[in-house]
């Protein structure tokens, strides 16, 4: 009960110390995109929601998503069922103002369809936002886990099944496999690999880096 009650407080909690990262991390974005309020945002991998309770909402917000479509959405809100890295062209011959992401680019499997994923979000928008978890930082966000990332695929399963720090401990193998093979941190070099023409952005914790935002402005 403990260490659920230490993951509540570090990553679930509606003001943990992730919701709040998140939070300072939306008052970064309305300060690097002064006319926010007036974009037409593609945000790859999100929800409808997050948008909601940020301090500065887009006039337009399309969200692409793996999950189901939300059964209602608000005026200013469209949302499709899509792969990021495989997007429809319905989806590709649009233009935005801005291409956002939040902690999926280490989630879409593999470089290869993080190198697709990159090159729709560079093209369909003269200006984008992407962040992901930063490789090196000692934790591993997904599951808590010091040290998680740099461990055999067998050894990462085992800590996804039994690790108490983990979302849901006790998962089947299976599941678990899935989860460890499609979640796959990134490093500094290989984002500037991929967004060659962004400022690479460090967000720090404790001093030391924790994630990483590729930036570019119009």
């Not at 939070?23 to 790859?44: I, K, N, Q, S």
Request: net charge positive; aromatic share 10%; with cysteine.
């Amino acid at each position: 009960m403990a260490l659920h009650s230490l993951r509540f407080y570090l990553v679930d909690s509606p003001t943990s110390v992730g919701a709040r990262r998140r939070a300072r991390r939306a008052g970064w974005l309305a300060d690097a995109f002064p006319d926010l309020a007036e974009m037409t945002v593609l945000d790859l991998g999100g929800r409808v929601e997050s948008w909601s309770t940020v301090p500065v909402r887009p006039a337009r917000v399309h969200v692409v998503n793996l999950e189901p479509l939300p059964a209602e959405l608000p005026a200013w809100a469209e949302a499709d069922h899509a792969d990021a890295c495989e997007l429809p062209e319905r989806i590709l011959r649009r233009r935005y103002d801005l291409v956002f992401s939040n902690s999926v680019l280490e989630h879409v499997g593999g470089h290869e369809r993080r190198r697709r994923m990159a090159e729709a979000v560079r093209a369909l928008a003269p200006a984008y936002w992407v962040q992901t978890p930063y490789r090196y930082f000692p934790v591993e966000p997904h599951w808590v886990a010091p040290g998680m990332q740099f461990l055999p695929v067998p050894a990462r399963v085992f800590v996804a099944r039994k690790w108490p720090l983990a979302y849901t401990p006790g998962k089947s193998y299976e599941l678990a496999m899935r989860q460890v093979l499609t979640t796959e941190l990134v490093g500094r070099a290989e984002l500037r690999y991929l967004f060659p023409d962004a400022t690479i952005r460090g967000e720090r914790l404790l001093g030391l880096t924790k994630s990483l935002i590729a930036v570019r402005r119009p």
